[in-house]
Nanobody, 123 residues
């Protein structure tokens, strides 16, 4: 699976941003997707994930009510809608795919990764 993330940028606190992750190489409906983020010197942290069909999502507490993930199997794309952004959301965001460990929050369980896109939220 090849993943291509896009949509990052510089925004102000309270703004919204939508990230996209386009997949190719394997039947998209057979894989679960997740978004992780990473800041310098820290491990890659789980943000939000979605199951194969796109019917179930799961997220870390810090983004609940603000971030939404969706999966369009017809377009082979997963989206991360980020609302009410905070400076603490500043990070490089990565999309990732797993064939087996759906709902995992451990980055080691994900087999495929996008290249990362920078999100910077100014106060």
């Amino acid at each position: 699976v090849q993943l291509q993330a896009s949509g990052g940028g510089l925004v102000q606190a309270g703004d919204s941003l939508r990230l996209s992750c386009a997949a190719s190489g394997r039947t998209f409906s057979s894989i679960c997707m997740g978004w992780f983020r990473q800041t310098p010197g820290k491990e890659r942290d789980f943000v939000i994930g979605i199951n194969r069909s796109g019917s179930i999502t799961y997220s870390t507490d810090s983004v609940k009510g603000r971030f939404t993930i969706s999966k369009d199997n017809a377009k082979n794309t997963v989206y991360l809608q980020m609302d009410s952004l905070k400076p603490d959301d500043t990070a490089v965001y990565y999309c990732a795919a797993t064939q087996i460990f759906c709902a995992s929050r451990n980055y080691k369980d994900y087999d495929y990764w996008g290249q990362g896109t920078q999100v910077t939220v100014s106060s």
